[in-house]
């Protein structure tokens, strides 16, 4: 038996066995290299996703960032995340695996581009909200605004965040958005399958303005929030009371307010402040609330009465429902707000936001669109019926004083049945409301067209006619109310009342503005105002008044208020022209009233104007000519007659008395220039010529505290003018040095000059400037002399004493008289110092004053004497004494008794001086000798 075939066989398998477990170690590690790169990748591609996830997140706060901030330019509502540069693995078949590539196919990024859509991920924030009617915002108040909301579903509340179309509107306006208003969480109010809520909108502005949004602007996205646990709503009612005083008028103005709770409910503050309230009550019908839903803030500038109480306060909106301005007092209540809005409230505020119904009629439980013709296919008792539930709804908006929609019901109404008195009627009781006298006195008058028994219709008329002050057609209104039946005058009595209110007042206005009491007369023209405040007449009349008071602003005021910017009405342009005469703005003016006469060549008052315009014009121009060529005395002519033409032109005859004023100092007439000067600042208070001629006039008369005043009056009008406050330091530097006086420069005697040389020097002085010798002069001249008399009495008072002289010449009186009468400062040694050289001037001036007596006595005895000798020598001899007279006779003045009456000392014909110390009688100083007179 041959072995070796054998050995090779078994060798052979077992070679084969070795080789098939060498394979199979092989595949098992190529299989576990496999798993191994497998977990790898899917491990990458984990991190990855995690990557992708974490970065998305960030980019979605990050666009939620940067839409809750002003600064940003847009909301990111859909995104999209490309994926680059990424490695995709994807697994295929066993039939399709390559070699050893494991099942798995590296896929390029070609591969990827091409077979790979981009992700597009919606944001939360992806429903609207959209305003309801038209909207005005104010800057610098806390706006809240209603908006409604694109919900299908209810839900509780939402986040608001405010949209590219609202950041791009007030970045065009320059305006700034509030950072307190960012990321709102606002509660959702639903009504009627529609769903709205509030928000809150501040933004600031350089100037304090208004913004309009037209109806349905997209203002804000929102994004729903959970639905929390419900917990009951707990109602808040506060009070609302002014915080400072304010002034409301017709225009629409922010009033700061604050609230406070009841007396019997304490709401906590973090409950207030998180609540939005709804204004419930008005307290008075002359002023109305135009913002009905507010959110209160925390303020920490209170009334002096609410500052310890730490009071939460709010802005509203308030106007005057009146002409009539009302002033509001610090603490005074004005209404009552509450936080729970029912479905009444919350349509009174739609409503108010000039909402519509959607176009939509349900007749039957049928939906009907209204479009065109909407109701011809409607029977009429349909028709009748539809109408009179709207003339029902329009009934409860008007007694809630919605007005402009309970009309819009009425016009429903007629449109559904033309045949009903009774609409026509009830819309002109809207347009009468609402001021629109036309109007209503169209539809009372269709409403009489349709029933002329219907007295509702003829009273609604007279009101009309009323309104507009046509007393006539009004008084025949209310004749044919009382035609129907005698019982119904009762139901115009107060139109008729009012009717002859208005006649006793017109005839009242008449007489003032015959006699020329323009104020009075304008009284009674607002009081015709009140009652009937679409009178035009009435209001040219007020405005003419006006303009002649030189209350422009005003008389502005009235004309835009009444009457078109378009308007060209003779009468209403006339008024125009005469506000720009008033203002010296001659050129416009003219070109006003030129073009008046174009239209109507007719009008008396245009004419009138014109002709005092030009007169003026004229003269003042001739007159500034002359002056110009020195001819003084012609242009004071021309300015005088100029000033004489029209009394009412204060602005302009202002400046005509500061040209007069010129001549004067030219003419070297200082008074006069002073009171002219007087005149113009009386005149236009804002003029600043005539204050600056009438200092430099008085600092020309050395009286400094005078010039003083008017050049520190000169720095108040023009802070900024660096030549007023110069003046006014060189005013205030001689007004000082004026108060040193030099005793012996007044007296005009030299510093070593005896007493006597002091006495000879002042009765000079004394009689040279004695106001009596000065009585008809001009005014600043009896002013400079009789301030020299003063001063020249004050200084002889000092200098005709030696201790008080030598004090003086030391620099030393004020002084002494300090230290010997306590320490009352220099100011008190001054006034006593004043007060005892005043005495003594007194009675120096009455020393002066007796011996210029005497002397003229003296020369009447001389006189006489001599008069009496000559008489004698050429008399006859008589009998009696040898034929002799005596040459006169002294008979003392004989006093009650017979007994002789002594003439005392009398300071007569002295005139009162200006700043007599009011100090009592003279002081007598220690170690100082008595003044001697």
């Given at each position: 038996?041959n072995?070796s075939?054998?050995?090779e066989?078994?060798?052979?398998s077992v070679?084969?066995?070795?080789?098939?477990k060498?394979?199979?170690?092989?595949?098992?590690t190529?299989?576990?290299?496999?798993?191994l790169?497998?977990?790898?990748?899917?491990e990458?591609l984990s991190?990855k996703s995690?990557?992708?996830?974490?970065?998305?997140?960030?980019?979605e706060?990050?666009?939620?960032?940067?839409?809750s901030t002003?600064d940003?330019t847009?909301?990111?509502?859909?995104m999209?995340?490309?994926?680059?540069?990424?490695?995709?693995?994807?697994?295929?078949s066993p039939?399709?695996?390559d070699?050893?590539k494991?099942g798995?196919k590296l896929?390029?990024?070609?591969?990827?581009?091409?077979?790979?859509k981009?992700v597009s991920?919606?944001?939360?924030?992806?429903?609207?909200?959209?305003t309801v009617?038209d909207?005005?915002?104010h800057?610098?108040f806390?706006?809240?605004v209603l908006?409604k909301?694109s919900?299908?579903?209810?839900?509780?509340?939402?986040?608001?965040?405010f949209?590219?179309d609202?950041?791009k509107f007030?970045?065009l306006n320059n305006?700034?958005l509030?950072?307190k208003c960012?990321?709102q969480k606002?509660k959702?109010l639903p009504?009627?399958?529609?769903?709205?809520?509030f928000i809150?909108?501040?933004?600031?502005?350089?100037?304090?303005?208004?913004y309009?949004?037209?109806p349905?602007?997209?203002?804000?996205?929102?994004?729903?929030?959970g639905?929390?646990?419900k917990?009951e709503?707990v109602?808040?009612?506060?009070n609302?009371?002014v915080?400072c005083?304010t002034?409301v008028d017709?225009?629409p103005?922010?009033c700061?307010?604050?609230l406070s709770?009841p007396?019997?409910?304490?709401?906590k503050?973090f409950?207030v402040?998180?609540?939005?309230?709804y204004?419930?009550?008005?307290i008075?019908?002359?002023?109305?609330?135009?913002?009905?839903v507010f959110k209160?803030?925390?303020s920490y500038r209170l009334?002096s009465d609410s500052?310890?109480?730490?009071?939460i306060?709010?802005?509203i909106i308030i106007k005057s429902?009146?002409?009539?301005k009302?002033?509001?007092?610090?603490?005074?209540?004005i209404a009552s707000?509450t936080t729970?809005?029912d479905?009444?409230?919350?349509e009174?505020?739609l409503n108010?936001h000039?909402?519509?119904?959607d176009?939509?009629?349900?007749?039957?439980?049928?939906?009907?669109?209204?479009?065109?013709n909407?109701?011809?296919a409607?029977d009429?008792p349909?028709?009748?019926?539809?109408?009179?539930?709207?003339?029902?709804?329009?009934?409860s908006l008007?007694?809630k004083?919605?007005?402009?929609?309970?009309?819009?019901k009425?016009s429903d109404?007629?449109?559904?049945?033309?045949t009903?008195?009774?609409f026509?009627?009830?819309r002109?009781?809207?347009?009468?409301?609402?001021?629109?006298?036309?109007n209503?006195?169209k539809?009372a008058?269709?409403?009489?067209?349709?029933?002329p028994?219907?007295?509702?219709?003829?009273?609604r008329a007279?009101k009309?006619?009323i309104m507009?002050g046509?007393?006539?057609?009004?008084k025949?209104?209310?004749a044919k109310?009382t035609a129907?039946?005698s019982?119904?005058s009762?139901?115009?009595?107060g139109?008729m009342r009012?009717?002859e209110?208005?006649?006793i007042?017109n005839?009242?206005f008449l007489?003032?503005?015959q006699k020329?009491?323009?104020?009075?007369a304008l009284?009674?023209?607002?009081?015709?105002a009140e009652?009937?405040?679409?009178?035009?007449?009435?209001?040219?009349?007020?405005?003419?008044?006006l303009a002649l008071?030189g209350?422009?602003e005003?008389?502005?005021s009235i004309?835009v208020d009444?009457?078109?910017?378009?308007n060209n009405?003779s009468?209403?342009?006339y008024v125009?022209?005469?506000?720009?005469?008033y203002?010296d703005?001659?050129?416009?003016a003219?070109?006003l009233l030129?073009?008046?006469l174009?239209l109507?060549?007719?009008?008396?008052k245009?004419k009138?104007?014109?002709?005092?315009?030009?007169?003026i014009?004229?003269?003042k121009?001739e007159?500034?000519?002359?002056f110009?060529d020195?001819k003084?005395?012609?242009?004071?002519?021309?300015?005088t007659?100029a000033?004489e033409?029209?009394?009412?032109?204060i602005?302009?005859?202002a400046?005509?008395y500061?040209?007069?004023?010129?001549?004067y100092?030219k003419?070297?007439k200082?008074?006069?220039?002073?009171?002219?000067c007087?005149q113009a600042i009386?005149?236009d208070?804002?003029?600043h010529?005539?204050?600056?001629?009438r200092?430099n006039?008085?600092?020309e008369?050395?009286?400094f505290?005078?010039a003083?005043k008017?050049?520190e009056?000169?720095?108040k009008?023009?802070?900024m003018n660096?030549?007023?406050k110069e003046?006014l330091l060189?005013a205030?530097?001689k007004l000082?040095?004026?108060k040193n006086?030099d005793?012996?420069?007044?007296?005009?005697v030299?510093k070593?000059?005896?007493i006597e040389e002091i006495?000879?020097?002042y009765?000079k002085?004394?009689?040279?400037h004695?106001?009596d010798?000065?009585?008809?002069a001009e005014?600043h001249?009896k002013l400079?002399?009789l301030k020299?008399?003063?001063d020249?009495?004050?200084?002889?008072?000092?200098?005709?004493?030696e201790?008080?002289r030598?004090?003086?010449?030391?620099?030393?009186?004020y002084?002494s008289i300090?230290a010997q009468?306590g320490s009352g400062g220099?100011?008190q040694a001054?006034?006593?110092?004043?007060?005892?050289?005043f005495?003594?001037?007194?009675?120096?001036?009455?020393?002066v004053r007796?011996?210029?007596?005497?002397?003229?006595?003296?020369?009447?005895?001389?006189a006489?004497?001599a008069?009496a000798q000559?008489s004698m020598?050429?008399?006859?001899p008589?009998p009696g004494?040898?034929g002799?007279?005596p040459?006169f006779?002294f008979?003392?003045?004989m006093?009650?008794?017979?007994?002789?009456?002594?003439n005392?000392f009398?300071f007569q014909?002295?005139?009162p001086?200006?700043?007599?110390p009011p100090f009592?009688?003279?002081p007598?100083?220690?170690?100082?000798n008595?003044?001697?007179?």
């Amino acid at each position: 038996m041959n072995v070796s075939p054998i050995k090779e066989l078994l060798t052979n398998s077992v070679e084969e066995k070795l080789l098939t477990k060498h394979v199979e170690e092989k595949v098992l590690t190529k299989s576990v290299e496999e798993k191994l790169l497998t977990k790898s990748v899917e491990e990458k591609l984990s991190t990855k996703s995690v990557e992708e996830k974490l970065l998305t997140k960030s980019v979605e706060e990050k666009v939620r960032v940067e839409d809750s901030t002003s600064d940003s330019t847009s909301l990111v509502c859909d995104m999209e995340v490309a994926k680059d540069d990424e490695v995709v693995v994807s697994r295929v078949s066993p039939s399709d695996q390559d070699g050893d590539k494991g099942g798995v196919k590296l896929a390029n990024k070609r591969d990827v581009e091409e077979n790979t859509k981009p992700v597009s991920k919606r944001s939360k924030f992806d429903q609207i909200c959209s305003t309801v009617g038209d909207v005005s915002l104010h800057s610098q108040f806390s706006n809240t605004v209603l908006v409604k909301l694109s919900l299908i579903e209810p839900c509780e509340s939402v986040k608001i965040v405010f949209s590219k179309d609202l950041l791009k509107f007030l970045r065009l306006n320059n305006c700034i958005l509030a950072e307190k208003c960012i990321n709102q969480k606002c509660k959702v109010l639903p009504n009627k399958g529609h769903f709205y809520t509030f928000i809150h909108l501040s933004f600031k502005h350089v100037k304090s303005s208004s913004y309009d949004l037209k109806p349905n602007f997209h203002i804000a996205n929102f994004s729903k929030l959970g639905d929390k646990k419900k917990t009951e709503e707990v109602q808040i009612s506060m009070n609302i009371n002014v915080e400072c005083t304010t002034v409301v008028d017709h225009n629409p103005k922010v009033c700061k307010v604050f609230l406070s709770s009841p007396m019997d409910k304490n709401p906590k503050k973090f409950e207030v402040m998180e609540s939005v309230f709804y204004i419930t009550d008005c307290i008075d019908a002359k002023y109305e609330i135009l913002s009905m839903v507010f959110k209160p803030t925390i303020s920490y500038r209170l009334v002096s009465d609410s500052k310890d109480s730490n009071e939460i306060t709010a802005q509203i909106i308030i106007k005057s429902a009146t002409n009539n301005k009302i002033t509001l007092s610090p603490g005074q209540r004005i209404a009552s707000a509450t936080t729970c809005l029912d479905d009444t409230d919350i349509e009174k505020v739609l409503n108010l936001h000039d909402y519509f119904d959607d176009g939509i009629e349900i007749i039957n439980g049928t939906e009907v669109v209204k479009e065109g013709n909407w109701f011809a296919a409607l029977d009429i008792p349909t028709r009748q019926k539809l109408a009179e539930a709207k003339k029902l709804e329009g009934n409860s908006l008007f007694s809630k004083r919605i007005f402009k929609h309970a009309l819009k019901k009425y016009s429903d109404a007629i449109e559904l049945d033309e045949t009903n008195a009774t609409f026509y009627s009830n819309r002109s009781a809207c347009h009468l409301s609402l001021e629109d006298p036309v109007n209503a006195m169209k539809d009372a008058l269709k409403s009489v067209e349709v029933d002329p028994s219907f007295a509702k219709g003829w009273l609604r008329a007279a009101k009309s006619y009323i309104m507009v002050g046509d007393i006539c057609k009004a008084k025949e209104m209310c004749a044919k109310v009382t035609a129907l039946s005698s019982n119904l005058s009762s139901l115009v009595e107060g139109e008729m009342r009012r009717i002859e209110q208005i006649e006793i007042l017109n005839q009242e206005f008449l007489k003032s503005n015959q006699k020329g009491l323009f104020s009075n007369a304008l009284h009674h023209l607002d009081q015709i105002a009140e009652i009937c405040p679409k009178f035009e007449r009435n209001h040219l009349l007020r405005a003419e008044l006006l303009a002649l008071k030189g209350e422009f602003e005003k008389c502005t005021s009235i004309l835009v208020d009444n009457f078109d910017e378009m308007n060209n009405c003779s009468d209403v342009l006339y008024v125009k022209a005469l506000v720009l005469y008033y203002q010296d703005n001659f050129d416009m003016a003219f070109k006003l009233l030129n073009s008046i006469l174009i239209l109507d060549p007719n009008h008396y008052k245009t004419k009138k104007c014109l002709e005092l315009a030009t007169g003026i014009k004229v003269k003042k121009e001739e007159g500034n000519a002359l002056f110009k060529d020195g001819k003084y005395d012609e242009a004071f002519k021309l300015y005088t007659e100029a000033l004489e033409i029209d009394k009412f032109n204060i602005v302009t005859n202002a400046k005509l008395y500061f040209n007069r004023a010129l001549v004067y100092v030219k003419l070297g007439k200082l008074s006069e220039a002073i009171e002219d000067c007087t005149q113009a600042i009386h005149l236009d208070k804002t003029y600043h010529k005539p204050y600056l001629r009438r200092a430099n006039a008085y600092m020309e008369i050395e009286s400094f505290d005078q010039a003083v005043k008017d050049f520190e009056q000169l720095v108040k009008m023009d802070i900024m003018n660096s030549e007023y406050k110069e003046l006014l330091l060189e005013a205030k530097e001689k007004l000082r040095l004026s108060k040193n006086k030099d005793f012996y420069k007044l007296l005009g005697v030299d510093k070593k000059a005896n007493i006597e040389e002091i006495k000879k020097a002042y009765r000079k002085a004394a009689l040279t400037h004695h106001p009596d010798r000065h009585s008809v002069a001009e005014e600043h001249v009896k002013l400079f002399h009789l301030k020299k008399f003063k001063d020249i009495g004050e200084a002889y008072g000092v200098l005709s004493d030696e201790v008080k002289r030598n004090l003086y010449d030391q620099g030393k009186l004020y002084e002494s008289i300090q230290a010997q009468n306590g320490s009352g400062g220099p100011a008190q040694a001054a006034r006593m110092a004043h007060t005892a050289a005043f005495w003594a001037s007194m009675g120096a001036a009455a020393q002066v004053r007796m011996q210029a007596a005497q002397q003229a006595q003296m020369r009447a005895a001389t006189a006489a004497a001599a008069a009496a000798q000559a008489s004698m020598s050429n008399a006859r001899p008589r009998p009696g004494l040898a034929g002799v007279r005596p040459g006169f006779i002294f008979l003392p003045r004989m006093g009650r008794g017979g007994q002789t009456q002594r003439n005392p000392f009398q300071f007569q014909g002295i005139p009162p001086m200006s700043g007599i110390p009011p100090f009592g009688p003279p002081p007598r100083f220690p170690n100082f000798n008595n003044y001697r007179f």
